[in-house]
């Protein structure tokens, strides 16, 4: 399990992100919600490892990870996909996928087998396998960037904003994917905008205000929560 435990993380004076909770179970797909500047990709560098935590714990399989540098999250199998992919645009779809399998650099057999299931999962990666990440469509990079996630093997996996900027019938296909990954035993904590959509294949969320957790419940109750639809749902 994942567990972060009365978490703040400061920028300089500013407090971001302040005594948060969060847990998220093995097979569990956890939604964060919550508008621009809420706290939401601190949270996720604070697992990784990219911001330390000025006070708390954050606890994997009962061990505290805070401090501990990002590749080592990496290698326990705690993988982020960042906001705005940060793929490199230059290098082919391929080369992108195998910096994802680096942790594996020692076993190139396992390498290979991942980057197979990977082109399974996204078979438009497969045919542009040799053409630069810069050149494909928003849609087929986020597939790019949670493609090179997986290739790590990841337990959790951490998808900062996957559906930013994506077509509406595209952000429809990448919340199947999520759920195909999520149904292979890759746990999921997700940060979105679009609320509709993630609560519906998630099990339970957060909604962030202010760097706190202002609520939080199954994914069935905040859906149906009236002040999380009219601020998040629209409706
Ligand atoms: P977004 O979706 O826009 O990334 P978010 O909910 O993920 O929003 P954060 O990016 O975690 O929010 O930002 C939380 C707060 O911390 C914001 O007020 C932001 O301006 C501030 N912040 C984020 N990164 C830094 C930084 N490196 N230095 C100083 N302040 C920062």
Redesign the pocket.
Known sequence: MLKLNNVSVN??A?T?VKNVDIEVHPGEIVVLL?S????????FNSISGLNKPSSGEILYDEQNIVGFPPDQIVNLGIIQCA?GRNLFPGMTVQENLMMGGYVHRKNKIHVKERLEEVYEMFPILKEKHNESAGSLSGGQQQMVAIGRALMGDPQYMLLD?PSIGLAPLIVEQMFAKIKQINDGGTSILL?EQNANAALKIADRGYV?EN?QIAVQGTAEELLTNEEVRKAYIGA
């Open positions: 920028y300089g500013f971001a919550g621009n500047g809420a706290g939401k990709s601190t949270t906001e904003e940060a962030f760097g």
